[in-house]
């Protein structure tokens, strides 16, 4: 059965800095894996996807993921954090081959400060 | 274009009632999903449908939630009668069929939500 692991419920940096969300998956076939985000009272918006192209993923707002293999990881990360990058992100997967039913992890809320 | 809408965007009832939640899709969308999101959680798929059939409902918790897309567009979600841990947000999402978008699967375009509170 597929599953998705986020590590850290909660993250918070300083604006300006590095941002790393991480996301582990397991799944027996090749996956799609995807990160949304959340802010408040909203729904989830798509920031990039990964679908067997290129491992090397860029989505909107500055922010990329980079599939490995070997690692079953799919960590997502912007170079320099902005106050309005505040909310939560969740990664997905789905298999390929099926009806896209998307698998999500629990989520990472982020949170920027000064 | 427009978004996925959802309404209402809140709702407090109190258990055993029944409650309803409609969903309108992004024009031209095949497949229609509703997610079910419990405070701290990730969403989690209640049912599935492609057009107006369901795809996937194997979590949807048929005693007492029921769903229905008649004419292929619009999908409305009831609970009846509702319980305290169906407390949550319920999220309606759209995409077109698999294979159109690139890369072989559809992208999944969210509402905003509703959000059920059960006394």
């Known amino acids: 059965a597929q599953s998705v692991t986020q590590l850290g419920s909660h993250v918070s940096v300083s604006e300006g800095a590095l941002v790393l969300l991480r996301c582990n998956y397991s799944s027996s076939v090749p996956p799609y894996l995807f990160w949304y985000v959340q802010y408040p009272n909203q729904g989830l918006q798509l920031l990039l996807k990964y679908t067997s192209a290129a491992t090397l993923v860029k989505g909107i707002n500055g922010f990329e993921a980079e599939f490995k293999k070997s690692e079953t990881s799919f960590h997502l990360t912007k170079p320099s954090a902005h106050m309005s990058d505040a909310a939560e992100y969740f990664c997905?997967?789905?298999?390929?081959?099926?009806?896209?039913?998307?698998?999500f992890g629990a989520g990472t809320r982020l949170a920027v400060h000064p | 274009e427009a978004g996925v809408a959802q309404s209402p965007r809140y709702k407090i009832i109190e258990k055993r009632q029944s409650v309803a939640f409609w969903c309108n899709p992004i024009s031209g969308h095949a497949t229609l999903y509703w997610y079910q999101q419990i405070l701290g959680q990730g969403p989690k798929l209640l049912i599935q449908f492609q057009n107006n059939g369901v795809v996937d409902d194997s979590q949807l918790p048929k005693d007492r939630f029921s769903a229905e897309r008649l004419k292929g567009v619009d999908s409305t979600l009831k609970i009846q009668p509702a319980k305290l841990e169906d407390s949550a947000v319920y999220l309606c999402?759209?995409?077109?069929?698999?294979?159109?978008?690139?890369?072989?699967?559809?992208?999944?375009?969210f509402g905003p939500g509703t959000r059920l509170t059960v006394l």
């Open positions: 997905a997967v789905s298999e390929t081959g099926g009806y896209n039913k998307l698998i």
């Open positions: 999402a759209s995409g077109r069929p698999q294979g159109r978008d690139a890369g072989g699967t559809d992208t999944q375009y």
